[in-house]
């Protein structure tokens, strides 16, 4: 039996490109997503669903692994790409207002600049970012500060979910709640 290959790309110059050269090996940091509401594509399936998600958040997860996180892996009063690999991207379905802030529905990328006491998050309309290395203030719509809580978990990998009223971010001991309205 013959086996048939297909080679996907784009001749250019000579030179072929490939989207994907061979199977890639598992991320380290992995990538997830989160709706508001909380299990919407699972209320879809299943005919639950009234409407449409109003926002999602897509991040990678990067883990402690007994590492120092806030103040040493993540610099105080730098710009982190709150996540790891690609900057973490929010898409909102509909209008919103964050931290009081009025956003209206679009697709955006999440930065986050802590410090001890609070986390400053910004909403960016420059998308498809890689990490924070290309980071431009000027491309930001808005930017809220939130408080930094002190917990009793010791979350092994950032975590992100929608609940009622809040995007909650959570990593090792610490957790902000980031207002959201529709």
């Known amino acids: 039996m013959k086996k048939l290959f297909f080679l996907v790309g784009f001749v250019l110059a000579g030179q072929c490109l490939m989207a994907q050269q061979k199977p890639t090996d598992l991320d380290k940091s ?11 594509p699972i209320t879809k399936m299943r005919g639950q669903a009234n409407g449409d998600p109003l926002a999602r958040v897509i991040y ?5 692994k007994g590492r120092e996180i806030f103040g040493e892996e993540v610099k105080y009063n730098d710009v982190w790409r709150l996540g790891a690999n690609e900057a973490t991207e929010l898409e909102l379905f509909k209008n919103a207002s964050i931290g009081g802030k ?22 960016n309309r ?17 930017r809220v500060d939130v408080p930094v809580q002190k917990t009793a978990d010791n979350v ?27």
């Open 30 to 40: 992995p990538m997830d997503v989160s709706y508001f509401p909380a299990n919407y």
């Open 60 to 64: 990678s997860r990067p883990q402690k």
């Open 102 to 123: 009025k956003i209206p529905k679009g697709r955006y990328t999440l930065y986050c600049i802590p410090t001890e006491a609070k986390w400053t998050i910004v909403i």
């Open 126 to 142: 420059d998308n498809y970012s890689w990490g924070s290395f290309t980071y431009k203030a000027d491309k930001d719509i808005a």
């Open 156 to 182: 092994e990998a950032l975590s992100m979910y929608f609940d009622a009223n809040s995007l909650i971010i959570q990593w090792e001991n610490l957790k902000v709640a980031v207002p959201f309205t529709f």
